[in-house]
C-alpha cells in the first residue's frame, strides 16, 4: 500500500515538473488575465517564453478574458479576438511597465514577434 502511494506521488511530482518550462528557456512576456475591462479583476497569468515567439498563442479561458495587463522586454505582442491570431489584431510594442489592453470584445488569442 505505501508502495503505490509513493509511486503515485512520484508521478504526480514528474507530471508538475514537466509542465514548467525547459531549463534555459527566456520569458519575453507576461500576461495577466482579467475578466473585466479594467485590469482590476485577475484571473491568472500566462509567461510568454522564446519558445513562443512568432507563433499564435490561444489565451486560456479567452471566453471569460475582457482585459490583460501586460508586460514584455522585447518585440511586439499582437492580440486578437480570435483563436487563430486572425480577428482585430491590435498591436502592443515594446512595454517598458505594465500596460492594459481592455475593449468591448474577449481576448482569445495572442502573438509575440521579434
Known amino acids: 500500500m505505501q508502495l503505490i502511494a509513493l509511486i503515485t506521488s512520484s508521478l504526480a511530482l514528474i507530471g508538475v515538473a514537466s509542465a514548467a518550462p525547459a531549463e534555459g528557456t527566456t520569458r519575453y512576456a507576461t500576461l ?16 510568454v517564453f522564446d519558445t513562443d515567439i512568432n507563433k499564435c498563442k490561444t489565451v486560456p479561458g479567452g471566453e471569460n478574458v ?29 512595454a517598458t511597465g505594465n500596460q492594459c489592453a481592455c475593449g468591448e470584445k474577449y481576448y482569445r488569442s495572442y502573438k509575440l514577434v521579434c
Open 32 to 47: 495577466e488575465l482579467m475578466s473585466d475591462n479594467k485590469c482590476s479583476v485577475a484571473l491568472g497569468e500566462v509567461g
Open 66 to 94: 475582457h482585459s490583460l495587463e501586460f508586460r514584455q522586454q522585447e518585440g511586439n505582442l499582437y492580440t486578437y479576438t480570435d483563436v487563430t491570431c486572425h480577428l482585430d489584431g491590435q498591436v502592443r510594442d515594446g
